[in-house]
């Protein structure tokens, strides 16, 4: 499985943005799906993952109830819609693939090249 992550981009605090992960390969409806961040000097974190269906989502305390994770697995594609964006919101994010929607980064096989969210105050 590839992944490409895009849509990320400068918004002001209180902003929304739409982040995209597509996927190629036939078995990206077989595989959970999650979104770290990693900040400058910071470790990457997990922000929120989907299992293979979309009937589970999972969300750092961080982001829960701003941030909405969801799949079309017809299009190969998985989403994270952020809304009431804060400064500290900035960070390169990363969508992965793995076979359960895990906080930790080593439960997933594969990973895109990372999107720049920046949020300015």
């Known amino acids: 499985v590839q992944l490409q992550a895009f849509g990320g981009g400068l918004v002001q605090a209180g902003g929304s943005l739409r982040l995209s992960c597509a996927a190629s390969?036939?078995?990206?409806?077989?595989?959970?799906m999650g979104w770290f961040r990693q900040a400058p000097g910071k470790e990457r974190e997990f922000v929120a993952g989907?299992?293979?269906?979309?009937?589970?989502?999972y969300y750092a305390d961080s982001v829960k109830g701003r941030f909405t994770v969801s799949r079309d697995n017809a299009k190969n594609t998985v989403y994270l819609q952020m809304n009431s964006l804060k400064p500290e919101d900035t960070a390169v994010y990363y969508c992965?693939?793995?076979?359960?929607?895990?906080?930790?980064?080593?439960?997933?096989?594969?990973w895109g090249q990372g999107t720049q969210v920046t949020v300015s105050s």
């Open positions: 992965a693939a793995g076979r359960v929607a895990a906080v930790s980064e080593w439960r997933y096989d594969y």
């Open positions: 989907i299992n293979w269906r979309g009937g589970s989502t």
């Open positions: 390969g036939r078995t990206f409806s077989s595989y959970a």
